[in-house]
């Protein structure tokens, strides 16, 4: 029975070999769209590209390769080392890379796979060499190409030449350094606008997060589930919604400007415009994130604890200072890097509400979409702004990796967790209530401000702006979709629908290799994968833009650039969910399934993937989400004719076509909702109701 | 099934996690159709000397055959070895019919086929009619028998236990204990078998290998081990034994062991004249509450614990540093703390091992030791 399967391993390699030439001898070579020189390599190495056919070399080597698995490897890792000489240094010249050349890359990294499988490698488990090999290419090519890019274009001027000078002189620019505003000057340099701005949002959103948390964890109010309500919004929000809410509230014409002048006669002006817009917006959107975080820590501190320090006779309120307090330091720690770094990435509130107020992600769009197209510009305010967000990331990973307080045990933990000191309670509360009416009013506003003539001005019902963006028409020839709204709006969840299992299943393979498979460098390979979440969405976007414009990889105006673009940037938090699933799978359970003859890949279908049914419900709706809520990242890859939502939005409100946009976030915010249903209703349980095995 | 060939055969085999060495140059052979226990305190590589059987681990040195095939660089899933995990390991999400298929299904055998072979040795485990049970629903002793079927099912040339009755209570274990050996000598099964309990480890083996150290340190048939250990270890861990300070004079086949106003003439064992240790079991010896009698020894009760079946003592000896572990039979009349006695030892009870320092493993410098006082002991068992 054993030996009819070890035999099928040998049969791998010829599979593949056969896949190889069949991707060189019939595939399109060159070109994702196809297009007149859809050719195969073989055609195109016999009418004139002859480096195409070394390439051929890589199936015979393979085909006499028994017994020898040495010459496995060394055909699979040399097709791919000559894919890339023949494609970076003749291929100026030549097309982009298709579906032929990835056919073929794909064929000799899984010969390579099963050479060094062959050879004792994980175990002999071809599968799992294969997926490691497959998870840090593309990541490297998908990753780690694109910031490489960046990295080359900042020290070269606009016509590819090597230039440092330049680059130094760009580096130390007075408008990224500049600190005009401290001697009562204009204003200050965009890295240190963006700078003081992470620091207050890090620091609001800790202790706002932290007084919710406190208010829900320590506390015995009623409105207990509309705080967890609020903790999903962000998930569901557009980020940039926020800050076109606020404008409809408290711009110049918005409806509590009206209302003050109204009632108190005070003048309307644009202090939203700016920085302290900018700070209300993003506090309401990254207080939940603060919050859940917090919420967390404050539920690992174990109450037995603090009932502990209550019978050692000490009061409420030194409990809270010398016992509560510093378990939860570290975690406040985690919250404000957290806050700090979605300050920095964040590109929707400051395009929306930051007028005047320049930070390093917009700072890097409108170096290259403004009059003045720059890209070695955007490149160095992409590596600024890349340089504080992976401090932050990296000061992050040390902090929580080096002490956690945490005190969760296996054991119930039968405490009543100590309420309040009575002041500290009060302070929650003020810091809490006006953060809850505002939130309230901004939903409100976006749900319901869409539907009438003018928020603020002329409330009266209309659905205008609905039927703009959604209407159906009635022509000679059937129904058709007139609404302005329904190209992007189709485009987008085409592209989410395509993102969300890819993403998914890359995370969760992620994670498996991960925390299952001991190989040389796993450490380096996660941080690298998690690394990739801390990359702000303008930087992936303009590094995009510069590795996958011209050949050997053309892929920007396609849709699956975007795909591209939102997997890899999605899959952290696929990654992340798979983790902290699979620490609660018994290890046994995979080591019972390999001494029983199952291989990884079957292990992985029929024992893991089953019990992970959490962890791949969650990551497919955040890719689904996030796919439909990002903004940074697509708006510069969108192309006319695949156009994203959150763009068409973001440009509806810069027009000042409030009601359009509204409406619109409205509808996104919806569809998600009704989606995230769908997903878990889907996906569903697992089917056991406890873990069955003793631990 | 094999017939000639050595069922497992471990050769110079090393394991390093590293810096640390779990399994140390260990070399072992296992004949077909016996049970073999590897038995050793937590952190001795027994459960890793198992893991690379299983193939779970691959080694750093050395060479491993099965069936006389060297499987050295072959994974899990490709050696003909089933394993019934500490904590069974049973698929949660997997009815109790389809735990059982797994194997058999991942072999590529058809369903029809598997399910027949699989109800064939759930029925041999007791558990006919529990087919469509999720593991979830079923007692710790039931999911263990799961556990078998589902190991015995794919008829492994060498089916391996991980402490099998770790999680199950006192009364139960004795009784599956019993039911593993029963199964392994109806089917002629080769199996190993790691555990930490040497009384489990007695009574189901052909043979112990005791593992210490991450080495080898005595292989032998139970009665071996616990008659003639090789050294303080073996006779510390397995029979619980007192570690007594004696000399030691060789005479012919003989030596005679003289502690304080007590000699015993014993085998001599190759142990050097001059100091020594005797081991001595204690149930070998005998308290008596009077003065002493020649070759015996004058002692005082220390500490007594009434245990129902037994009394156990701790007993100081006149001029020997330390306590003896002593237990007695006698629970009519309890002796108080304090009580003057007098000590015998039953010459069939005790054993010269080699003093510490010479060529034994572990144990503290000089004294007397009663069980569980050394620094490198063992967990014991509740009895």
Same mark, same amino acid.
């Given at each position: ?39 195969? /390599? ?153 700078? /003081? ?55 110049? /014409? ?117 009059? /003045? ?323 | ?55 779970? &681990? ?56 598997? &399910? ?268």
């Amino acid at each position: 029975m054993r030996t009819a399967l070890a035999g099928a391993t040998g049969s791998g390699p010829i599979a593949w070999a056969l896949i190889a030439i069949v991707s060189l001898a019939l595939v399109p070579w060159y070109g994702i769209e196809g297009g007149p020189a859809a050719w195969s /390599a073989l055609v195109h190495g016999w009418r004139g590209h002859a480096w195409l056919l070394p390439m051929l070399a890589v199936p015979v080597l393979a085909c006499c390769s028994t017994g020898r698995p040495w010459l496995l490897v060394a055909a699979g890792l040399g097709g791919l080392a000559w894919l890339g000489v023949e494609a970076f240094a003749i291929g100026r010249g030549q097309p982009a890379l298709g579906w032929g050349a990835l056919a073929f890359a794909i064929a000799c990294l899984m010969l390579a796979a099963h050479g060094l499988a062959l050879r004792g490698w994980c175990r002999g488990d071809v599968f799992t060499v294969g997926a490691i090999g497959l998870v840090a290419g593309s990541i490297l090519v998908f990753v780690g190409y694109p910031v490489g890019c960046i990295l080359l274009s900042a020290f070269q001027d606009n016509a590819g030449r090597l230039d440092l000078a330049a680059f130094a002189a760009k580096l130390t620019d007075p408008s990224i350094w500049g600190l005009g505003c401290l001697q009562g000057g204009r204003s200050c340099g965009i890295a240190w606008n963006s700078l /003081a701005q992470a620091v207050i949002v890090g620091v609001l959103t800790t202790l706002l997060g932290l007084a919710f948390a406190l208010v829900s964890a320590r506390t015995r109010v009623r409105f207990k589930p509309l705080l967890r309500v609020m903790s999903v919004l962000p998930v569901i929000t557009p980020p940039f919604v926020i800050g076109l809410a606020l404008i409809l509230l408290f711009g110049r /014409a918005g409806m509590v400007s009206n209302l003050l002048r109204d009632w108190f006669d005070i003048p309307r002006s644009r202090w939203i415009y700016g920085m302290p817009g900018l700070t209300i917006a993003q506090l309401l959107a990254f207080t939940p994130i603060a919050y859940l975080v917090l919420l967390g820590v404050l539920q690992g501190v174990s109450p037995s604890m603090e009932e502990a320090s209550q019978t050692l006779r000490a009061g409420r309120w030194r409990t809270f200072r010398l016992v509560t307090w510093p378990l939860i330091r570290p975690g406040l720690a985690n919250a404000f890097l957290i806050g700090f770094i979605e300050s920095l990435a964040d590109f929707g509130n400051p395009m929306m509400i930051g007028g005047n107020f320049r930070v390093l992600s917009t700072g890097v769009y409108f170096a290259v979409v403004g009059a /003045a197209v720059d890209q070695g510009q955007a490149a160095v305010l992409a590596i600024v702004l890349l340089a504080f967000t992976l401090g932050a990331f990296v000061l992050q990973r040390l902090w929580t990796g080096r002490r956690s307080y945490v005190t969760v045990t296996g054991k119930g933990d039968s405490g009543v967790p100590a309420t309040l000191p009575p002041v500290l309670r009060g302070v929650c509360f003020a810091a809490v209530a006006p953060w809850i009416v505002l939130t309230v009013a901004v939903y409100g506003v976006i749900l319901f401000g869409g539907f009438v003539e003018a928020v603020g001005t002329n409330n009266t019902p209309t659905l205008a702006y609905f039927r703009t963006a959604f209407a159906i028409g009635r022509g000679d020839h059937g129904w058709f979709l007139a609404g302005s709204a329904w190209n992007s709006l189709i485009t987008t969840l085409e592209v989410a629908a395509l993102a969300m299992p890819i993403t998914a299943a890359f995370g969760i393979l992620t994670a498996y290799l991960l925390s299952r498979q001991p190989f040389a460098g796993r450490s380096l390979f996660e941080f690298l994968t998690m690394m990739s979440f801390a990359i702000p969405g303008t930087v992936i976007g303009v590094s995009y833009i510069l590795a996958f414009n011209v050949a050997p990889i053309e892929l920007t105006g396609t849709g699956l650039i975007m795909v591209i673009a939102f997997v890899f940037r999605n899959m952290p938090v696929g990654i992340r969910a798979g983790l902290a699933n699979l620490s609660q799978i018994d290890r046994s359970l995979d080591e019972a399934s390999f001494t029983l003859g199952a291989r990884s890949s079957v292990t992985l279908r029929r024992v893991i993937l089953p019990l992970l049914r959490p962890a791949v419900a969650t990551s497919m709706v955040y890719a689904f989400v996030r796919a439909i809520t990002s903004v940074s990242a697509v708006i510069f890859l969108v192309s006319g004719e695949y156009n994203l939502a959150t763009v068409y939005i973001v440009g509806r409100a810069e027009y000042g076509e409030y009601g359009l946009a509204i409406v619109y976030s409205a509808v996104l915010i919806a569809i998600m909702v009704v989606a995230l249903l769908a997903i878990q209703a889907l996906v569903g349980e697992r089917r056991i109701g406890r873990r069955a095995v003793a631990a | 099934m094999t017939g000639m060939a050595d069922a497992v055969v471990f050769d110079a085999v090393t394991k390093r996690y590293g810096l640390v060495t779990a399994v140390d140059d260990v070399s072992f052979t296992i004949a077909p159709g016996t049970l073999v226990t590897l038995l050793g305190p937590s952190g001795c590589g027994k459960t890793s000397t198992l893991r690379l059987i299983a193939g779970l &681990e691959q080694p750093s040195k050395g060479r491993i055959l099965i069936g006389g095939a060297d499987v050295t660089h072959l994974s899990a899933a490709e050696r003909d070895v089933s394993m019934v995990f500490q904590s069974y390991a049973l698929f949660p999400h997997m009815s109790v019919m389809d735990n059982v298929c797994y194997g058999l299904r991942a072999g590529g055998s058809k369903r029809r086929a598997a &399910e027949a072979m699989a109800a064939d040795k759930i029925g041999a485990v007791g558990l006919s009619g529990f087919e469509r049970r999720l593991p979830s629903e079923l007692s710790g002793g039931q999911q263990q028998r799961v556990a078998v079927a589902r190991a015995i099912v794919l008829e492994p040339k060498v089916l391996l236990f991980d402490e099998p009755l770790s999680n199950l209570d006192a009364k139960l274990r004795r009784r599956v204990r019993d039911d593993i050996r029963a199964l392994q000598q109806s089917l002629r099964l080769t199996v190993v078998y790691v555990t930490h309990d040497q009384e489990e480890a007695l009574a189901v083996s052909d043979r112990i290998i005791v593992m210490h150290r991450a080495r080898i340190v005595q292989d032998g048939t139970p009665r071996q081990l616990y008659e003639q250990p090789s050294s303080r270890f073996i006779a510390d861990f397995i029979g619980n034994a007192n570690l007594i300070p004696i000399t030691v004079a060789r005479d012919g086949d003989f030596a005679r062991a003289t502690l304080g106003t007590m000699t015993l003439r014993l085998p001599h064992r190759d142990v050097p004249d001059g100091l020594a240790e005797l081991a001595v079991r204690p149930e070998a010896i005998r308290i008596f509450a009077r003065a002493p009698q020649p070759n015996e020894i004058a002692g005082t009760i220390r500490k007594s614990a009434y245990l129902g079946s037994h009394i156990e003592y701790e007993v100081a000896l006149d001029g020997v540093p330390g306590e003896i572990f002593v237990i007695d039979g006698d629970v009519a009349a309890p002796l108080p703390p304090g009580t003057a006695i007098s000590v015998a030892i039953a010459p069939g009870g005790a054993t010269i091992v080699a003093a510490p320092g010479g060529a034994t493993v572990g144990g503290a410098p000089g004294g007397a030791t009663v069980g569980g006082a050394a620094p490198d002991q063992p967990e014991r068992q509740p009895a």
